[in-house]
């Protein structure tokens, strides 16, 4: 049974940092490439980042490139979202997922001064 567990939320003032965990079970980890995908009140889930199987290759949108960045670890089965310079616009739940169609219960950013 696919299960992904994310951590590492919090509340942070604007231009803060924060490190997201999510670490995954029930398939093959290193054979699958990985997405975060975040999730604001009111609004529709979005992708954030993508990472191939081997941690080479990465794509962000564009509401956070050059802020954001995805990385993995498949000795451990997780993979990481490193944001920086956080906005408000960047509130929201958090999740990560392979193929999009299972989802853990996501961790809450929320940026505010």
């Known amino acids: 049974q696919v299960h992904f567990v994310e951590s590492g939320g919090g509340l942070v003032q604007p231009g803060g940092s924060l490190r997201l965990s999510c670490a995954a079970s029930?398939?093959?980890?290193?054979?699958?490439?990985m997405n975060w995908y975040r999730q604001a009140p009111g609004k529709e889930r979005e992708w954030v980042a993508f990472?191939?199987?081997?941690?080479?290759?990465?794509s962000y949108a564009d509401s956070v490139k050059g802020r954001f960045t995805i990385s993995r670890d498949n000795a451990k089965r997780t993979v990481y979202l490193q944001m920086n310079s956080l906005k408000p616009e960047d509130t929201a739940v958090y999740y990560c997922s392979n193929l999009g169609s299972a989802w853990g219960q996501g961790t809450q950013v929320t940026v505010s001064s």
């Open positions: 990472i191939n199987t081997f941690g080479g290759g990465t």
């Open positions: 029930g398939f093959t980890f290193s054979n699958y490439a």
